[in-house]
Nanobody, 130 residues
């Protein structure tokens, strides 16, 4: 049984930092493209950051570039999201997702689409106050 379990969410003031972790079981995270999504109340789910299998290339939404860093720990089978310089607009439920794309290059052009992922976690709440 595949499980993705997120942890590390919480409340922080603007400018602060949080580190989210996604623990995978039933799959080997290094064999999947792993992506963090988020969904704020009343908004669509959006891709935040991803790490692909081939060469561990990282992908980021423009809104988080330079502030968020995604990384993978193969020994622990986890994917982390370090979030710095947090803003109130980063407030959302953050989800971890895993995909095995048919074509890695097509995937990297559309990684933010949430309809191509095989597995999802339950989410962890991040709240940033001003």
């Amino acid at each position: 049984q595949v499980q993705l379990v997120e942890s590390g969410g919480g409340s922080v003031q603007a400018g602060g930092s949080l580190r989210l972790s996604c623990a995978a079981s039933g799959i080997t995270a290094s064999g999947y493209c792993m992506v963090w999504f988020r969904q704020a109340p009343g908004k669509e789910r959006e891709g935040v950051a991803g790490i692909v299998t081939a060469g561990s290339r990282t992908l980021y939404a423009d809104s988080v570039k330079g502030r968020f860093t995604i990384s993978r720990d193969d020994a622990k089978n986890t994917v982390d999201l370090q979030m710095d310089s947090l803003k109130p607009e980063d407030t959302a439920v953050y989800y971890c997702a895993a995909a095995i794309p048919r074509n890695i290059f097509d995937f990297m052009r559309s990684w933010w689409r949430d309809d191509q992922y095989n597995y999802w976690g339950q989410g962890t709440q991040v709240t940033v106050s001003s």
